[in-house]
C-alpha cells in the first residue's frame, strides 16, 4: 500500500465507492446517508431534519468514512441461525474485533449459559421471561446498568427512569471511560459541562488549539472547519505525543481545491511526553503573563482566583515545566506568541487530555488558559470538548448518570408522585468491581461493549464472569459478546437509529438536538431498544404509580416526560411535529456570565505531575486507528499511520536502536497489570523517544484500573511498560 502523506483526499472517495458497492450500490448508499437521521457515529453532529449528510451551519455534502462504516455496518445481512450452532465459544474468542462487527446484524434473542460451548437462539418471550425472572429474585442494588452513547435520548432516559424506580441508582454511561474528565473540570471552572459554543464559532476562529486528539481520523469532518481556519490566515496549533498525518495535511474531499492540492493544517505542531499536557498548558499561560497579554479587564471583572493564578504561574518554574512537558521554552514561546496574535481563540481536545490520572486537571488546565485572554463568553471562541458517541452527551442531559441533577430527581418525584432512591451510585469501573465482589449479580448493557473498553481486560473477564445474568442490547457482535460473559448471558437484537418506528431525538457535542425520522425495520427479528425497555418495565414493574409502561413504548410519550423533568429540552415535547431542532439553551456563552455560585469563572491551581516511567519504561498511550470508531473496528489497516495489523507496538527508532530491537520483531510488553506476548515491532518515528503507542481496546490488557479521583475515567494513557525480546 502506497504510504500515505494527507488525510482525507481520494483514497477516501474510492473508499466510498468500494462501501458503495459492498453495500448494494451508489443509489442505495445515498438513499440511507440523505435519510433525515443524525449521524450515528461521532458527536460532531451530521444530518436530522436538514437532511442527511448535512451539518449544523448547513453545509452538504458532509460525510466522512466513519459514517460510511457505521451504515455499512446496519446495512449488512441478518445472522442465519446456524450460525450460533456452526461458531462455539472459543471460536468466537478467536475472532478480532473487525471479525466479529462483519458476522452481520443480530436478528434473533440468544442465551449463553456458562458452559455451554455455545450461543442457543430463543424467542423474544422466553428472553423477557428470563430477564424478569432475574430482576424479581434480586435486590435493585445488585443490579447495574450501563449506557453507550449511540442510544437515543427516548431509550436512554425510560431505561435510567426503569432503573431507578427498580430501586438503583448503579445507572452509568461510557463518557465514564473517555469524556467524564471534560464535564467535571469544564463545571468546577465555569459550572456547565459541556462545549461553549456552537460549530458557527468555530467556524469563525481565528486560532484553534487541538489538544491530545486526532479528528483526522476519529471526527474527520471537523476538518473542513480546520481548513476554513487555515484559508483565512488563521493557526492551527496542533499539541500531540504523534505527529498525525491528517492533522499536518488534509485533502477535504468535498473541496476540489483541497482534494486536488491539499491543505496544510497544523501551522504549529508541538509533541510534548505523554502526560506532559498540564506541564505544557501551565508554560503557555505563564509565558502570556510574562509577556503581559493576559487579559486583566476580563480576568478581575468574570474570574475567581486570578492572584493565586498569577502567583501559581510566577513560582512555577520553566526548567520544572520543561523537564515535565518535554517541550522547550522556545516552542512554548511560539505558541503563546501565536496565541497572543488571536482575536477568536478555540481550545478544543479528546482524549489525550482526559485519559491521565490527572485528566481533570489537564481540561481545568485548559480553560485557565482561555480565561488568561478572556476567550470564554465570546462568540467565535470558547471551549470545545471533542466528544464521541453521537448522543454521548444527550446520554448525559436525560439523566444517564449515578447521580440525578437535582432539578431532574425533583421534577421527575413531583410529575410522578414517587420517591426515587437516594443510594449512591455506581460510575462505572465500581460496577466492574461491584460484579467481581458479587455484590452486583445482575448487569444490562444499552448498547455499547462493556467489556471491550474497560482497562484491565483480564479483570474485566473475570468480573463479569462472576455476574448470575448479563444482557446486552446490540446491532452487531464484538468483542464483549465473546469475552465478557456471565454466568448467564442474553444478547437481544435491537433496531439501528434510522430503522426505529418512531422518529428519536440526539444531541451533538455542540449542544444541538436533532430529531431523527427512523425509517423502515432492514430485519423482521430486531426489536426498538425502547419496546425491548418498556416490556422488562411491565413485566418486572406492571405499573408505578402514574407509569403505564406499555404506554411508555411510545417515543413521544416518552418526550412529552423528558419536556416536563429535563432542563433545556421542554421544545422536545412537539419536535417530532415542529421539525424544529434546536440549541438547548443556557449552554452556549457569547457574554461572561458563567453558571457558577458567583456568576464567575473559577481558575484553579494544579501541581505538575513528574512523567511516568522509570529507566528501562517506556510510556504506553493506547488510541484509536483510522479504521476503528471507539472499540468498534472496521478496518484492520491503519492508513494514516501506515500500520498493516493491530497487534503490534509502534516505537521510535532511535529507541529500538537503544534497545536493540528491530522491525517486526516479536516482543514482550509488560505493564504492572498486565503481559502480552507475541507483539511485533513497528518503527514508527512520529512518536517521540521514550513514548510508544499501541492499539485500544486490545492492548486495554495492560492499562491499570487507576482512575482520575474526581472523574473516575481510567489513565489509558501514559502508562509504564517495558519490551523485551521474547
Ligand atoms: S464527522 Fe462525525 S458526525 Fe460527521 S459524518 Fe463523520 S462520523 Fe458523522
Redesign the pocket.
Same mark, same amino acid.
Given at each position: 500500500m502506497r504510504k500515505i502523506t494527507s488525510g482525507g483526499g481520494w483514497p477516501a472517495v474510492f473508499y466510498t465507492f468500494r462501501k458503495a458497492r459492498e453495500m448494494g450500490g451508489v443509489f442505495k448508499l445515498w438513499q440511507a446517508m440523505r435519510s433525515k437521521n443524525a449521524?450515528?457515529?461521532? +458527536?460532531?453532529?451530521?444530518?436530522g431534519q436538514k437532511g442527511g449528510?448535512v451539518?449544523e451551519v448547513g453545509s452538504f455534502p458532509?460525510?466522512?468514512?466513519?459514517?460510511l462504516q +457505521?451504515m455499512a455496518a446496519d446495512l449488512q445481512a441478518g445472522i442465519k441461525p446456524e450460525f450460533w450452532q456452526k461458531y462455539s465459544l472459543p471460536q468466537l474468542k478467536s475472532l478480532s474485533p473487525r471479525e466479529l462487527e462483519h458476522c452481520g446484524r443480530l436478528v434473533e434473542p440468544v442465551v449463553h449459559k456458562a458452559g455451554a460451548s455455545h450461543y442457543t437462539p430463543i424467542t423474544w418471550e422466553e428472553a423477557f421471561t428470563r430477564i424478569a425472572e432475574k430482576l424479581k429474585e434480586l435486590s435493585a442494588d445488585e443490579t447495574f446498568w450501563y449506557f453507550s452513547g449511540r442510544s437515543s435520548n427516548e431509550a436512554g432516559f425510560l431505561l435510567q427512569l426503569f432503573a431507578r424506580i427498580y430501586g438503583t441508582n448503579n445507572v452509568n454511561n461510557c463518557s465514564f471511560y473517555c469524556h467524564q474528565a471534560s464535564g467535571v473540570g469544564l463545571a468546577s471552572v465555569l459550572g456547565t459541562g459541556t462545549a461553549t459554543l456552537m460549530l458557527e464559532d468555530v467556524e469563525h476562529a481565528d486560532c484553534l488549539f487541538l489538544i491530545g486528539g486526532n479528528?483526522a481520523s476519529n471526527?474527520?469532518?471537523?476538518m473542513s472547519t480546520l481548513k476554513h481556519i487555515r484559508r483565512n490566515g488563521g493557526e492551527v496549533i496542533v499539541i500531540n505525543p504523534v505527529i498525525e498525518t491528517g492533522l499536518v495535511n488534509f485533502s477535504v474531499p468535498s473541496d476540489p481545491w483541497s482534494l486536488m492540492f491539499g491543505t496544510k493544517i497544523a501551522s504549529l505542531y508541538v509533541q510534548p511526553q505523554i502526560g506532559g499536557d498540564l506541564a505544557l498548558l501551565t508554560g503557555i499561560a505563564k509565558k502570556i503573563v510574562e509577556m503581559g497579554k493576559h487579559d486583566i479587564p476580563f480576568l478581575t471583572a468574570h474570574c475567581d482566583g486570578w492572584p493565586q493564578y498569577q502567583e501559581h504561574l510566577a513560582n512555577t518554574a520553566w526548567s520544572e515545566i520543561c523537564e515535565k512537558s518535554g517541550i522547550g521554552i522556545d516552542e512554548i514561546t511560539a505558541m503563546a506568541k501565536r496565541y497572543a496574535k488571536s482575536k477568536h481563540t478555540v481550545f478544543a481536545w479528546t482524549m489525550g487530555i482526559t485519559h491521565h490520572a490527572h485528566g481533570v486537571e489537564n481540561v481545568e488546565a485548559i480553560a485557565n488558559l482561555a480565561l488568561l485572554r478572556g476567550m470564554v463568553g465570546r462568540p467565535h471562541a470558547g471551549l470545545m470538548p471533542i466528544r464521541g458517541h453521537?448522543n454521548i452527551q444527550g446520554i448525559g442531559t436525560v439523566g444517564v448518570t449515578p447521580k440525578l441533577k437535582d432539578a431532574i430527581f425533583e421534577r421527575l418525584q413531583s410529575t410522578f408522585q414517587i420517591k426515587l432512591p437516594t443510594t449512591p451510585g455506581r460510575d462505572t469501573l465500581a460496577c466492574m468491581e461491584g460484579a467481581m465482589s458479587r455484590e452486583l449479580k445482575f448487569g444490562l448493557c444499552l448498547g455499547g461493549n462493556l467489556y471491550g473498553s474497560n482497562p484491565d481486560a483480564a479483570y474485566a473477564g473475570k468480573s463479569l464472569a462472576q455476574l448470575d445474568q448479563l444482557v446486552y442490547l446490540s446491532t452487531t457482535l464484538n468483542t464483549g459478546h465473546a469475552h465478557g460473559l456471565a454466568r448467564e448471558t442474553i444478547i437481544l437484537p435491537v433496531l439501528a437509529r434510522d430503522e426505529e418506528p418512531e422518529p428519536t431525538t440526539q444531541e451533538?457535542m455542540f449542544n444541538y438536538v436533532r430529531l431523527s425520522d427512523g425509517g423502515p425495520a432492514r430485519h423482521a427479528g430486531p426489536m426498538s431498544e425502547i419496546h425491548v425497555v418498556a416490556e422488562i418495565a411491565d413485566r418486572v414493574l406492571k405499573q408505578s404509580g402514574p407509569i403505564v409502561w406499555q404506554e411508555m413504548k411510545s417515543a413521544q410519550t416518552i418526550r412529552e416526560t423528558l419536556a416536563k423533568v429535563i432542563p433545556g429540552l421542554e421544545s422536545v415535547a412537539t419536535i417530532a411535529q415542529t421539525k424544529a431542532e434546536f440549541q438547548i439553551p443556557g449552554r452556549t456563552f457569547h457574554t461572561p456570565t458563567f453558571p457558577t455560585p458567583s456568576g464567575r469563572a473559577q481558575l484553579r491551581t494544579h501541581e505538575l505531575p513528574t512523567l511516568a516511567g522509570a529507566p528501562g519504561e517506556y510510556r504506553l498511550m493506547t488510541l484509536r486507528s483510522e479504521g476503528q470508531?471507539n472499540t468498534v473496528v472496521y478496518e484492520d489497516f491503519d492508513l494514516y499511520r501506515n500500520i498493516d495489523r493491530r497487534d503490534v507496538i509502534l516505537m521510535h527508532p532511535d529507541d529500538l536502536q537503544l534497545a536493540g530491537l528491530f522491525e517486526d520483531q516479536r516482543v514482550i510488553v509488560k505493564s504492572t497489570t498486565g503481559e502480552m506476548q507475541g507483539i511485533r515491532i513497528r518503527a514508527f518515528k512520529n512518536v517521540r523517544p521514550g513514548n510508544v503507542v499501541m492499539y485500544y481496546p486490545e492492548a486495554n490488557i495492560l492499562v491499570p484500573r487507576t482512575v482520575d479521583p474526581r472523574s473516575k475515567t481510567p489513565a489509558f494513557k501514559a502508562i509504564p511498560v517495558t519490551v523485551k525480546a521474547m
Open positions: 449521524c450515528k457515529t461521532c +458527536a460532531l453532529g451530521m444530518g449528510m451539518n458532509e460525510v466522512c468514512k466513519k459514517s +457505521a479528528p471526527h474527520p469532518r471537523l453521537s451533538s470508531f
